[in-house]
Protein backbone atom coordinates (compact mmCIF):
# COMPACT_ATOMS: atom_id res chain seq x y z
CA UNK A 1 0.00 0.00 0.00
CA UNK A 2 1.34 3.77 -0.84
CA UNK A 3 2.64 5.02 2.54
CA UNK A 4 1.23 8.42 1.05
CA UNK A 5 -2.11 7.09 1.83
CA UNK A 6 -1.62 8.16 5.82
CA UNK A 7 -1.53 12.38 4.56
CA UNK A 8 -5.23 13.57 4.79
CA UNK A 9 -6.35 17.45 4.01
CA UNK A 10 -8.25 18.76 6.90
CA UNK A 11 -11.32 20.14 6.20
CA UNK A 12 -10.10 23.75 7.28
CA UNK A 13 -7.54 23.69 4.57
CA UNK A 14 -10.27 23.75 1.60
CA UNK A 15 -11.81 26.17 3.02
CA UNK A 16 -8.55 28.09 2.92
CA UNK A 17 -8.68 26.83 -0.63
CA UNK A 18 -12.02 28.22 -1.41
CA UNK A 19 -10.95 31.37 -0.04
CA UNK A 20 -7.73 31.90 -2.26
CA UNK A 21 -9.75 30.80 -5.27
CA UNK A 22 -11.75 34.16 -4.40
CA UNK A 23 -9.34 36.36 -3.64
CA UNK A 24 -6.75 35.49 -6.77
CA UNK A 25 -4.02 34.09 -4.40
CA UNK A 26 -4.02 30.35 -5.58
CA UNK A 27 -0.11 30.65 -6.18
CA UNK A 28 0.73 31.61 -2.48
CA UNK A 29 -1.45 28.67 -1.60
CA UNK A 30 0.61 25.96 -3.53
CA UNK A 31 3.10 27.51 -1.86
CA UNK A 32 2.38 27.23 1.60
CA UNK A 33 0.46 24.11 1.00
CA UNK A 34 3.97 22.67 -0.66
CA UNK A 35 6.09 23.81 2.77
CA UNK A 36 3.32 22.11 5.10
CA UNK A 37 3.65 18.95 3.48
CA UNK A 38 7.46 18.76 2.87
CA UNK A 39 7.62 19.78 6.92
CA UNK A 40 5.33 17.20 8.01
CA UNK A 41 7.11 14.44 5.57
CA UNK A 42 10.35 15.16 7.93
CA UNK A 43 8.32 14.17 10.81
CA UNK A 44 6.86 10.98 8.97
CA UNK A 45 10.72 9.92 7.41
CA UNK A 46 11.94 10.45 10.86
CA UNK A 47 9.45 8.24 12.41
CA UNK A 48 9.16 5.60 9.58
CA UNK A 49 13.36 5.46 10.00
CA UNK A 50 12.59 4.62 13.89
CA UNK A 51 9.44 2.27 13.11
CA UNK A 52 6.89 4.03 14.81
CA UNK A 53 3.27 3.01 14.30
CA UNK A 54 1.69 5.51 12.00
CA UNK A 55 -2.29 6.34 11.99
CA UNK A 56 -2.32 9.34 10.02
CA UNK A 57 -1.06 12.81 9.25
CA UNK A 58 -3.85 15.56 9.25
CA UNK A 59 -2.43 18.42 6.97
CA UNK A 60 -3.85 22.09 8.31
CA UNK A 61 -3.45 25.28 6.61
CA UNK A 62 0.08 26.29 8.78
CA UNK A 63 1.22 22.52 9.90
CA UNK A 64 0.12 19.25 10.74
CA UNK A 65 -0.32 16.94 12.93
CA UNK A 66 0.76 13.38 12.82
CA UNK A 67 -0.77 10.20 14.79
CA UNK A 68 1.13 7.42 16.34
CA UNK A 69 0.31 4.27 18.28
CA UNK A 70 3.41 4.96 20.59
CA UNK A 71 1.64 7.08 23.06
CA UNK A 72 5.14 8.74 24.18
CA UNK A 73 6.11 5.52 25.07
CA UNK A 74 9.42 5.82 23.11
CA UNK A 75 12.89 6.82 23.94
CA UNK A 76 13.75 10.76 24.76
CA UNK A 77 15.88 11.17 21.62
CA UNK A 78 13.76 9.33 19.17
CA UNK A 79 10.90 11.59 20.22
CA UNK A 80 13.10 14.37 19.70
CA UNK A 81 14.59 13.51 16.48
CA UNK A 82 11.33 13.03 15.52
CA UNK A 83 9.49 16.36 16.29
CA UNK A 84 12.74 18.46 14.99
CA UNK A 85 12.75 16.68 11.34
CA UNK A 86 9.91 19.07 10.89
CA UNK A 87 11.19 22.15 11.63
CA UNK A 88 14.73 21.30 9.85
CA UNK A 89 13.62 20.77 6.31
CA UNK A 90 12.59 24.80 6.68
CA UNK A 91 16.50 24.99 6.47
CA UNK A 92 17.34 23.65 3.13
CA UNK A 93 14.09 25.28 1.64
CA UNK A 94 15.84 28.49 2.50
CA UNK A 95 18.66 27.08 0.36
CA UNK A 96 16.11 26.22 -2.36
CA UNK A 97 14.30 29.08 -2.21
CA UNK A 98 17.86 31.22 -2.97
CA UNK A 99 18.21 29.15 -5.56
CA UNK A 100 14.96 29.59 -7.27
CA UNK A 101 15.51 33.79 -6.89
CA UNK A 102 18.91 33.66 -8.47
CA UNK A 103 17.82 31.19 -11.66
CA UNK A 104 14.36 33.71 -11.63
CA UNK A 105 12.50 30.48 -11.71
CA UNK A 106 9.32 33.13 -10.44
CA UNK A 107 8.74 36.75 -10.37
CA UNK A 108 11.28 38.33 -7.28
CA UNK A 109 6.84 38.73 -5.19
CA UNK A 110 6.35 35.27 -5.49
CA UNK A 111 10.41 34.38 -4.08
CA UNK A 112 9.78 36.77 -1.36
CA UNK A 113 6.14 35.30 -0.40
CA UNK A 114 8.07 31.76 -0.39
CA UNK A 115 10.46 33.31 1.99
CA UNK A 116 8.08 35.01 4.04
CA UNK A 117 5.45 31.78 3.96
CA UNK A 118 8.74 29.27 5.17
CA UNK A 119 9.45 31.80 8.16
CA UNK A 120 6.11 32.42 9.24
CA UNK A 121 5.23 28.38 9.38
CA UNK A 122 8.63 27.49 10.92
CA UNK A 123 8.22 30.06 13.80
CA UNK A 124 4.61 29.28 14.07
CA UNK A 125 5.02 25.60 14.84
CA UNK A 126 7.81 26.66 17.31
CA UNK A 127 4.97 28.43 19.45
CA UNK A 128 4.54 26.58 22.80
CA UNK A 129 1.11 25.70 21.58
CA UNK A 130 -0.43 22.03 21.66
CA UNK A 131 -0.27 19.82 19.11
CA UNK A 132 2.29 22.00 17.43
CA UNK A 133 6.09 21.32 17.30
CA UNK A 134 6.73 23.72 19.91
CA UNK A 135 4.25 22.59 22.46
CA UNK A 136 4.97 18.93 21.97
CA UNK A 137 8.87 19.72 22.35
CA UNK A 138 7.67 21.31 25.75
CA UNK A 139 5.41 18.70 26.53
CA UNK A 140 8.84 16.26 26.07
CA UNK A 141 10.92 17.96 28.32
CA UNK A 142 8.43 18.45 30.77
CA UNK A 143 7.42 14.90 31.68
CA UNK A 144 10.78 13.86 32.27
CA UNK A 145 10.96 16.55 35.22
CA UNK A 146 7.60 16.44 36.45
CA UNK A 147 4.96 14.20 37.16
CA UNK A 148 3.15 12.59 33.21
CA UNK A 149 -0.16 14.32 34.04
CA UNK A 150 1.25 17.38 35.59
CA UNK A 151 2.97 18.22 32.46
CA UNK A 152 0.03 17.16 30.54
CA UNK A 153 -2.23 19.85 32.60
CA UNK A 154 1.01 22.72 32.51
CA UNK A 155 1.41 22.38 28.70
CA UNK A 156 -2.05 22.86 27.75
CA UNK A 157 -2.61 25.49 29.86
CA UNK A 158 0.36 27.57 28.70
CA UNK A 159 -1.28 26.57 25.04
CA UNK A 160 -4.27 27.93 25.44
CA UNK A 161 -2.85 31.39 27.28
CA UNK A 162 -1.23 31.42 23.46
CA UNK A 163 -3.57 30.95 21.66
CA UNK A 164 -5.75 33.71 23.78
CA UNK A 165 -2.80 36.20 24.03
CA UNK A 166 -2.91 35.48 20.15
CA UNK A 167 -6.54 36.24 19.67
CA UNK A 168 -6.70 39.21 21.18
CA UNK A 169 -4.06 40.55 19.90
CA UNK A 170 -5.78 39.57 16.31
CA UNK A 171 -8.77 41.55 17.15
CA UNK A 172 -7.42 44.36 19.00
CA UNK A 173 -4.37 45.06 17.48
CA UNK A 174 -3.02 43.81 14.48
CA UNK A 175 -5.26 43.84 11.54
CA UNK A 176 -8.31 41.19 11.46
CA UNK A 177 -6.79 38.35 8.91
CA UNK A 178 -10.13 36.25 9.35
CA UNK A 179 -7.91 32.58 8.06
CA UNK A 180 -5.25 33.35 11.53
CA UNK A 181 -8.40 33.79 13.55
CA UNK A 182 -10.14 30.50 11.86
CA UNK A 183 -6.58 29.15 12.71
CA UNK A 184 -6.67 30.01 16.07
CA UNK A 185 -10.57 29.30 16.99
CA UNK A 186 -9.82 25.44 15.48
CA UNK A 187 -6.71 25.22 18.04
CA UNK A 188 -8.09 26.41 20.45
CA UNK A 189 -10.81 23.49 19.78
CA UNK A 190 -8.10 20.79 19.55
CA UNK A 191 -6.72 22.15 22.96
CA UNK A 192 -9.84 22.19 24.62
CA UNK A 193 -11.19 18.39 23.41
CA UNK A 194 -6.96 17.11 24.28
CA UNK A 195 -7.96 18.90 28.22
CA UNK A 196 -11.27 16.79 27.94
CA UNK A 197 -9.23 13.61 26.94
CA UNK A 198 -6.12 14.22 28.93
CA UNK A 199 -6.72 10.89 31.31
CA UNK A 200 -7.76 9.15 28.69
CA UNK A 201 -4.18 9.96 26.97
CA UNK A 202 -2.51 9.31 30.52
CA UNK A 203 -4.29 5.78 30.37
CA UNK A 204 -3.22 4.45 27.34
CA UNK A 205 0.76 5.68 28.00
CA UNK A 206 0.38 3.83 31.16
CA UNK A 207 -1.04 0.71 29.36
CA UNK A 208 1.59 1.06 26.67
CA UNK A 209 4.25 1.27 29.53
CA UNK A 210 3.16 -1.36 30.92
CA UNK A 211 2.58 -3.83 28.22
CA UNK A 212 5.54 -3.39 26.04
CA UNK A 213 8.19 -2.06 28.93
CA UNK A 214 10.38 -0.69 26.19
CA UNK A 215 10.35 2.74 27.71
CA UNK A 216 13.69 3.86 28.01
CA UNK A 217 14.72 4.67 31.83
CA UNK A 218 17.49 6.72 33.42
CA UNK A 219 16.98 5.55 37.09
CA UNK A 220 14.93 4.07 39.66
CA UNK A 221 12.47 6.49 41.96
CA UNK A 222 11.27 6.24 45.12
CA UNK A 223 7.62 7.25 45.82
CA UNK A 224 6.16 7.45 49.38
CA UNK A 225 2.88 7.14 49.69
CA UNK A 226 0.43 6.82 52.92
CA UNK A 227 -1.69 2.61 52.90
CA UNK A 228 -5.00 4.55 51.95
CA UNK A 229 -3.97 6.19 48.52
CA UNK A 230 -5.67 4.79 45.48
CA UNK A 231 -3.82 3.69 42.44
CA UNK A 232 -5.24 6.29 40.46
CA UNK A 233 -3.42 8.98 42.89
CA UNK A 234 -0.19 6.57 42.72
CA UNK A 235 0.14 6.76 38.76
CA UNK A 236 -0.10 10.30 38.95
CA UNK A 237 3.01 10.61 40.56
CA UNK A 238 4.96 8.40 37.56
CA UNK A 239 7.33 10.38 35.54
CA UNK A 240 8.61 9.31 32.36
CA UNK A 241 12.14 7.94 31.96
CA UNK A 242 12.38 6.87 35.53
CA UNK A 243 11.41 3.47 37.17
CA UNK A 244 9.27 3.38 40.47
CA UNK A 245 9.34 1.68 43.45
CA UNK A 246 6.76 2.76 45.57
CA UNK A 247 7.45 2.27 49.12
CA UNK A 248 3.84 1.79 51.58
CA UNK A 249 3.90 3.35 55.05
CA UNK A 250 1.02 0.98 56.50
CA UNK A 251 -1.16 1.64 59.46
CA UNK A 252 1.81 0.84 62.24
CA UNK A 253 4.64 2.58 60.61
CA UNK A 254 6.40 -0.19 58.52
CA UNK A 255 7.27 0.44 55.05
CA UNK A 256 6.54 -1.88 52.18
CA UNK A 257 8.53 -1.73 49.00
CA UNK A 258 5.64 -2.22 45.49
CA UNK A 259 7.13 -2.73 41.98
CA UNK A 260 5.60 -0.26 39.58
CA UNK A 261 4.50 -3.10 37.82
CA UNK A 262 2.43 -4.35 40.08
CA UNK A 263 0.53 -1.73 40.67
CA UNK A 264 -0.18 -1.68 36.91
CA UNK A 265 -0.49 -5.16 36.92
CA UNK A 266 -3.17 -5.13 39.91
CA UNK A 267 -5.35 -2.12 37.36
CA UNK A 268 -5.04 -3.22 34.04
CA UNK A 269 -4.86 -7.12 34.15
CA UNK A 270 -6.63 -7.68 37.82
CA UNK A 271 -9.29 -4.69 36.76
CA UNK A 272 -8.64 -3.51 40.59
CA UNK A 273 -9.01 0.43 39.40
CA UNK A 274 -10.00 0.97 43.04
CA UNK A 275 -7.51 -0.72 44.88
CA UNK A 276 -6.19 1.17 47.42
CA UNK A 277 -2.07 1.44 48.29
CA UNK A 278 -2.84 -1.48 51.38
CA UNK A 279 -4.70 -3.72 49.02
CA UNK A 280 -1.47 -3.79 46.86
CA UNK A 281 0.48 -4.11 50.21
CA UNK A 282 -1.40 -7.67 50.78
CA UNK A 283 -1.06 -9.16 47.30
CA UNK A 284 1.83 -7.96 46.75
CA UNK A 285 4.03 -6.58 49.43
CA UNK A 286 7.35 -7.98 50.72
Not at 77 to 102: C, D, N, R, T
Not at 154 to 176: E, G, K, R
Not at 230 to 259: A, P
Request: positive net charge.
Amino acid sequence: MNNLKVFHIHPLMWFIVAVALMTGSFAQLVVIFSIVFIHELGHYGMALFFRWRIQSVMLWPFGGVMKTDEHHSRPFKEELFVVLSGPLQHVWMYGVIALLGVFQVFTDSLIQAMYTYNTVILLFNLLPIWPLDGGKLFFLVLSYLKPFPKAQQDVLVCSLFTLVTALALCTFVFPFTLNLVLLIAFLMWENWIEWKQRHYGFLRYLLRRHEERAERVKGIEPLYVPFDMTLTEIFQKFRRGMRHQIYVTTSDGNRVMLDENECMYAYFTLKRSQAKASDLVQWFGT
